[in-house]
């Protein structure tokens, strides 16, 4: 079985075009991302949301002239969220395995506090994205 890319049909960049030329604000972009990357988290494994996704995303981003090093962060920030929230949450399943005595609800339960930290820090970034910069410009 031969797999075209994607590239070649122009797909991605139509999509980007479509998306950019739809005239959406840059919060409803961003909190839509951030709402898909949470949904394929429930899932997919972070690894191919990563691979499926982002052809699609960063044209979308460069469209909106976003810094693409705070988009990794983003992502990166949901790709963990992914892995310790339900149903697929691998490092759930890690957890378990190292200690089996403890039942999955319990340790499901005992990472809500950090989803909703992390979903804080999305939230933080998102309003003021100069602070995923400030180690890389020497602050």
């Known amino acids: 079985m031969r797999v075209e890319p ?3 049909d122009r797909v991605v960049h139509e999509d980007a075009q479509a998306v950019a ?17 949470i949904f394929l988290g429930c899932f997919m494994e972070t690894i191919a949301i ?5 052809p699609v995303l960063v044209p979308v981003v460069q469209a909106y002239h976003w810094n693409l090093i705070w ?3 983003v992502v990166v920030i949901n790709m963990e969220m ?6 697929v ?8 395995s ?19 930290i992390m979903a804080g820090v999305l939230a933080l970034i998102g309003i003021c994205p100069q602070l995923t910069m400030l180690l890389f410009n020497g602050a």
């Open 71 to 73: 988009f990794g962060v």
């Open 89 to 96: 949450g691998l490092n759930l399943f890690v957890v378990q």
């Open 98 to 116: 190292v200690a089996p005595d403890v039942p999955l609800r319990r340790i499901v339960l005992g990472t809500l506090p950090y989803v909703f």
């Open 50 to 54: 990563i691979v499926v996704t982002m």
């Open 82 to 87: 992914a892995l310790i929230h339900p149903p």
């Open 6 to 8: 994607v590239e070649r």
């Open 21 to 37: 030329g739809a005239h959406v604000e840059p919060w409803v972009l961003f909190i839509s991302i951030n709402l898909l990357l």
